[in-house]
């Protein structure tokens, strides 16, 4: 998910189940239209190098664009897992990696809709608001096949169900009324040059090229 705040990061840095993976490689963002980003994702099966370093590279990609969440459908792969770095609405940030999550969203009394910006890494340059519940809770597997669970509130709960809908091949356009989706449209047309098609690929190689000792990953 996008960071429609592009929040300054504090440094106390939650991580219930372990810091994210690093030194992966930054890879272009697929984009809404393209057809895995619009089914449900298959289920992590297998618990391997080859998730590990397909979750390390999402991580370096989701950093790349600035964004608070990324979905592995969003570097082009069929499988439901996704990262996040992301903060609450107290600012502080939890970081963690979920596959196969399932989410429970508050019912009855407890369900409040919160009405902020939203906006996806997939259809970058743009943010219109999306009500949502303003509390989530995700539960699924880590990196080693472990149980975890993340909750949270403002702009975390806001993420949690942001990249579960992807697993679900839903993405938060789905979600707005025709008048909204439009207004995203225009947004995203309008800034379409500052987002060429292997973005933040190149732009990350750019940087590299800049300081080649500067993490891409600035947690890790
Ligand atoms: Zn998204």
Known sequence: MADPAETAAPDDVLA?????????????????GTPVMHRAQQRVATYDEGLRSLVADMVATMYAADGV?????QVGVDLAVFVFDCPDASGRRTVGV?????????????????ADDEGCLSFPGAFVECARP????????????????????????RCLQHETDHTLGTVFGDRLPTKLRKKLGK??????????????????????????????????
């Open 16 to 32: 219930p189940h372990g810091p994210l993976p690093a030194g992966g490689r930054v890879r272009p963002i697929t984009r809404w």
């Open 134 to 157: 303003d509390h989530a809770r995700v539960d699924g597997t880590g990196l080693d096949g472990e149980p975890v669970s993340f909750e949270g509130d403002g702009l975390l709960a």
């Open 98 to 114: 979920v596959c196969n999550p399932v989410l429970t969203l508050p019912e009855g009394r407890d369900r409040r809709l919160d």
């Open 187 to 220: 947004q995203h047309e309008k800034a379409a040059e500052d987002y060429p098609a292997d973005w933040p690929a190149g732009v990350a190689e750019g940087a590299q090229a800049v300081g080649a000792d500067q993490p891409v990953n600035p947690t890790a």
């Open 69 to 73: 969440g990324l979905a592995a459908c």
